[in-house]
């Protein structure tokens, strides 16, 4: 699996990072990066913006590690395999590597930075420079005899994420343009040549202290591209239908019970999420307060400890809320007349066809009877325990001459 980063993004987030550290006290790194990228001020134009693509991936990839959250994140939802044995060695012979190339790039080298980063380096011919290199590569090695986990642990994990790394073709990281943009999507996944391309504001690469939010943030985002190229979830591109207001409301449903899936996964394999489970029931008493407290708080309860569920499932539930309650509630719990009265926050009002949170559960009750025959003579099919939002009761009582 091949991962790359758009030089948008690196651009903005090397220099978002850069300006933090210095305004923090730590110039090192961000006097390093203008020693290196304001001689190619000097080169002809048609050549800067290669360099400073140059330059940028230079301190995203290697002196600011910042692509490191990114495959922390893919490892942690085991869409590549964790790293073992050969990391700590990997480390120490690139550090070697590092502070050799850091030794030979002077001034002089920044004007010719059209010629390729790497992170391998052709090695000094001088014998104290193979003798280093020997040494680094015996310690790292002893490192890794005396640290090397079991043969067979994570085995079973370790050949998942194989699978999935040899269905995946390539992770294409971007820059997103704002929080609405930000997210994960799965291209070619029809064609079975997926790739998975992950919008990111590069403003989340600014801060360090902040890289748990980071990497929160990622590793959910990859777990819905997981599910998304994973035959036992069988994501599709499903038709909703209805008018856009209740296109809109089915979709936040849904993204928000598969949150929930992805969250409550999460939790399993003790990965920290976005939110924690009480934010996460909070975000669902919003969409379902309606529904009396004991049986809202067993549906929540059985989503959360579910194993496994499909696109079609979890889709299902946030369309029909009678599939979600059959699915967690028992039969005798709630009435067939208590079930009536159930209006979500943001259904449509069944008059205005609106999006309704402020509902009137049982105009009958609390109209008088002039009200409910004026909205009756407009629809002849409605019925008092369907409801309806205030402002429409409210035009009815006007039009009645009872408001």
């Not at 020693?35 to 995203?60: G, H, Q, T």
């Not at 943009?181 to 790739?195: A, K, Q, T, Y």
């Not at 909703?240 to 209740?246: D, K, Y």
């Amino acid at each position: 699996m091949k991962v790359s980063y758009s030089a948008q993004l690196m651009e903005e987030s090397v220099f978002r990072h850069l300006n933090h550290l210095e305004r923090s006290g730590y110039r090192s790194d961000y006097d390093e990066f203008h020693s290196l990228a304001d001689p190619i001020y000097e080169l002809p134009e048609d050549d800067r913006e290669i360099a400073f693509e140059k330059v940028n991936r230079l301190f995203f990839m290697e002196k600011l590690k910042l692509g490191d959250h990114v495959l922390r994140a893919l490892e942690a939802v085991g869409l590549i395999p964790k790293r073992k044995r050969t990391s700590k060695k990997s480390a120490l012979l690139r550090e070697n590597q590092a502070l050799k190339s850091d030794a030979d790039f002077t001034e002089a080298d920044a004007a010719i930075l059209p010629g390729e980063f790497t992170e391998e380096t052709e090695s000094d011919d001088s014998d104290d420079a193979e003798q280093d290199a020997e040494q680094v590569e015996e310690e790292a090695v002893a490192v890794v005899e005396e640290e090397a986990p079991p043969e067979d642990s994570d085995e079973v994990s370790y050949d998942l994420a194989r699978e999935f790394e040899e269905r995946i073709k390539e992770v294409i990281v971007k820059r997103a343009i704002n929080k609405v943009d930000e997210g994960s999507n799965v291209l070619n996944r029809v064609s079975g040549n997926p790739i998975i391309e992950m919008r990111v504001l590069a403003s989340r690469f600014s801060n360090p202290e902040e890289a748990l939010d980071l990497d929160a943030f990622l590793i959910q985002e990859f777990m819905h591209a997981k599910d998304m190229v994973d035959p036992e979830f069988d994501y599709e591109d499903a038709f909703i239908p209805g008018n856009p207001s209740v296109k809109n409301l089915i979709t936040s449903r849904f993204r928000l019970l598969w949150n929930m899936y992805v969250d409550s996964r999460l939790g399993r394999i003790g990965v920290v999420s976005v939110l924690p489970k009480e934010a996460r029931f909070r975000e669902f008493d919003n969409f379902y307060r309606k529904i009396p407290d004991k049986q809202r708080r067993g549906i929540f309860e059985g989503i959360w400890t579910a194993d496994k569920f499909t696109h079609e499932e979890l889709l299902s539930m946030a369309t029909d809320l009678d599939t979600l309650m059959s699915k967690y509630v028992d039969p005798g719990e709630i009435s067939e007349e208590e079930r009536d009265f159930i209006h979500l926050q943001g259904s449509p009002c069944p008059l205005c066809k609106f999006p309704t949170y402020n509902w009137v559960d049982d105009p009958e009750s609390i109209c008088d009877e002039m009200v409910i025959e004026a909205i009756q003579i407009d629809f002849p099919d409605w019925e008092s325990k369907d409801g309806g939002c205030d402002r429409c009761i409210e035009v009815y009582e006007l039009r009645a001459g009872v408001g």
